[in-house]
């Protein structure tokens, strides 16, 4: 038969054990949910880190393209608008001539025309007609 100090010895160890593990336990949950949240947050920052790089991709791809200019596109459009080639001009900002050059393909818009072209490219012919009576 065991030893009164061997009893007492294995008892303490016993409920040091229980002690512990209750101590531990409030430490062990607290651990996971800084886990969980921890996780989340990387989550978050690589969507974040994917929404930047595609809004810096979006920002950045105007300015690495060229913007195309077409002799043939020109003239189409021109002819979808209906309009003359003066007019056209009026609304680039350019004289009726220098149409006539580019969609002979003899010359070609300089940068800031070019700019001034692909915008008047989404204009429908009302627009454009609208826009060329408010310049006179």
Known sequence: MPSFATQL???ISRIARKEARAENQ???KASAQHRRS?????????ALRQEL???ARKASAPAKQPLRFTAKGLRAHRA??????????????VSAQSIYNWEQASATPREAQRAK??????LG???ARRRIESMG
Do not use: H, P
């Open 9 to 11: 010895k294995a008892e």
């Open 26 to 28: 409030a430490t062990r």
């Open 38 to 46: 921890i996780a989340e947050l990387r989550r978050q920052v690589a």
């Open 53 to 55: 790089a595609a809004a």
């Open 80 to 93: 979808r608008l209906g309009i003359s080639a003066g007019d056209y001009g009026r609304l680039v900002g």
């Open 117 to 122: 072209l692909l915008a008047l490219r989404a």
């Open 125 to 127: 012919a009302r627009e």
